[in-house]
């Protein structure tokens, strides 16, 4: 059952993609980032080696977080399985970083 932190989470993502602000997939989030539209990028748990690098690298100066969900996890809550979700609101952002404060170690 997830705890109090996690429901925070899910909350304000759902909340984030009823304003219009959370894009979902690889393609959206990169071709927003690009164009400077991106504030932060959530990974799924089970998102790919390649995926996550391709991410780094189109991403440079977005901060990137991974959660411990699955896809399988997220298409539960916004009906489509994707490894990559992008913040496009600076405060729908800080919330999220506040949540997940931890970024993601370089290999």
Not at 21 to 46: I, M, P, S, T
Not at 62 to 82: L, N
């Amino acid at each position: 059952m997830p705890d109090a932190a996690e429901n925070r989470l899910l909350s304000l993502l759902t909340m984030c993609r009823r304003a219009g602000k959370l894009l979902l997939g690889f393609d959206a989030v990169k071709e927003a980032a690009v164009r400077g539209q991106v504030a932060c990028v959530l990974l799924a748990a089970d998102a790919s080696a390649k995926t996550e690098k391709e991410i780094r690298f189109v991403c440079k100066d977005i901060p990137i977080r991974r959660d411990s969900r699955t896809m399988d996890e997220f298409a539960m809550y916004f009906r489509k399985r994707t490894a990559v979700f992008g913040v496009c609101d600076s405060g729908f952002a800080k919330k999220l970083l506040e949540y997940l404060p931890e970024p993601m170690t370089e290999e």
